[in-house]
């Protein structure tokens, strides 16, 4: 539970205080790059610590993972500037990818599939918690001492969740022989590295009709190709594929990867909207990201009891239905309405997440073994992951465009950074009120169409959870 809290805080008190960092240092062009970089790191290693995890156990490998991103969240703290952040939140994310699956594996392996439904509700009630939290302490850590304290915070959580999982996690012995897909990892890496470059830097660093954008796009193309190959032939891959024929855990994991693009969509961009369009204070675009938190542990708990008695298809089909209400408001959302219906939005989003996520997680780790269920729980969490990088990519790059889009139809010499002057009151005031109307004209109009794009995920989810085979969920073996 203390990693979990760990993670959640992670998420969402970074995304409250974005708005004061990218304006305070500048280079509102890297903005997506500093949830970009984070999120490609933890979705490369995701899948390696899953392995590990299953290869030499779940502490040693969660020690390892906890300790690099303790170390990344202290260097963030002293970023001065969008590149060494953006460097940091590298470091940040290579231990990431170890906190989240394993502490979910650990719960997987402690339970059996009935009474696992009812504790990743409560772990989703502690997740909750936290995440209600994040926002306010973000807001509260950003108004009243530093944007620093926001990345400071974790320290002495990680170390306090260390130390319970040392003394009191005892877990059996490995004796299978350790082999790591080392060429796998790299050949993901490699791939996930280019076609992020792509989707984030084209337009800017190099038109998208180009040869460098075509070239990139070769290089993924060719790398993705060699790394399934290299998946079949390894010892021991990285992502077993005879798992995924199980459509349960195919359909799954692609819904994860959809809702993973969806969530980042809108934990990124919403403080943005509150704070630079509607012109709020850091506390308040907290609050209309804190819904979301609210949301998704209620729904979570529920979802613990309704798995057992209806099957993880009408669980997660309610989940995909609450995720296209949600986006469709944020469709219709505009400044006279205020930050309560992006509050609300954000709850229903919230709700839909709740409900897919304990769903897809309890059914996962009930369809495999115990020797496969670390390599499982990291392969869904590595298509979320997956999701929340491309998402930041793609939504970076909407807004990005339409931002370019807007100045040029408006004859408006503006570039994309003009737009950090948006992000605090103090900078807003010194901004002449036409130039002022025009910015948060171009910013309200770029990120109507990353929410137009957030609602057309939340259409393939459903559509895709229309495709989980109906029936209960069911345990593969307890231990």
Not at 62 to 86: H, N, P, R, V, W
Not at 166 to 176: G, M
Not at 189 to 205: D, K
Request: glycine fraction near 10%.
């Amino acid at each position: 539970m203390l990693a979990m809290f760990v993670g959640a805080v992670e998420a969402t008190i970074v995304t409250t205080a974005m708005p004061t960092i990218a304006s305070e240092l500048g280079g509102f062009s890297r903005y997506s790059w500093i949830f970009s970089s984070y999120l490609l790191m933890s979705t490369v290693t995701v899948l390696i610590y899953g392995k590990l995890a299953d290869l030499f156990g779940r502490k040693p490998i969660f020690f390892i993972g906890l300790t690099i991103f303790l170390i990344g969240s202290i260097l963030c703290g002293y970023a001065d500037s969008m590149e060494q952040l953006i460097v940091y939140r590298l470091i940040q994310g290579v231990g990431a990818g170890a906190v989240m699956p394993i502490a979910t594996t650990i719960v997987g392996d402690m339970y059996s599939t009935e009474e696992r439904a009812k504790i990743q509700g409560y772990l989703s009630s502690i997740w909750g918690i936290s995440a209600v939290s994040g926002p306010v302490i973000g807001g509260l850590l950003v108004q009243y001492v530093s944007w620093q304290f926001v990345f400071w915070v974790n320290v002495p959580l990680g170390l306090l969740s260390m130390a319970g999982i040392y003394f009191f996690l005892h877990e059996p012995k490995k004796t299978r022989k350790a082999s790591i897909d080392y060429k796998g990892a790299f050949l993901l890496a490699t791939a996930l590295s280019s076609i992020l470059f792509w989707l984030v830097e084209g337009g800017q660093s190099f038109e998208r009709l180009s040869i460098n954008s075509l070239l990139l796009l070769l290089l993924a193309v060719v790398v993705f190709i060699l790394f399934f190959r290299q998946q079949k032939i390894a010892k021991d891959p990285l992502i077993s594929f005879s798992i995924w024929k199980n459509p349960v855990i195919l359909y799954a994991n692609l819904v994860s990867l959809t809702t993973g693009i969806i969530l980042i969509g809108v934990s990124s961009y919403l403080p943005t909207y509150v704070s630079g369009v509607m012109e709020q204070k850091a506390i308040i675009a907290g609050f209309a990201l804190t819904t979301m938190s609210i949301g998704w542990p209620l729904a979570s708990s529920v979802a613990g009891h309704l798995l057992i008695r209806f099957g993880p298809f009408l669980v997660s089909f309610a989940g995909g239905i609450s995720l296209v209400i949600g986006s469709l408001l944020f469709v219709f959302m505009n400044v006279s309405l205020g930050p309560l219906w992006a509050a609300v939005s954000s709850f229903f989003i919230g709700v839909g997440m709740g409900l897919t996520n304990t769903s897809f997680i309890v059914t996962i780790q009930g369809a495999v073994s115990r020797e496969q269920r670390g390599s499982a729980t990291a392969a869904n969490m590595f298509m979320k992951n997956f999701g929340n990088t491309i998402g930041a990519s793609v939504f970076g790059a909407i807004l990005n465009g339409m931002l370019l889009s807007y100045f040029a139809a408006g004859n408006l010499s503006y570039s994309i950074d003009d737009v950090n002057n948006l992000l605090t009151e103090e900078s807003r005031l010194r901004i002449p009120n036409q130039e002022l109307l025009s910015l948060q004209g171009g910013l309200e109009y770029s990120l109507h169409w990353v929410y137009i794009a957030i609602f057309a995920f939340a259409i393939i989810s459903l559509l895709l959870i229309l495709r989980i085979p109906r029936g209960k969920v069911y345990d593969h073996v307890n231990n």
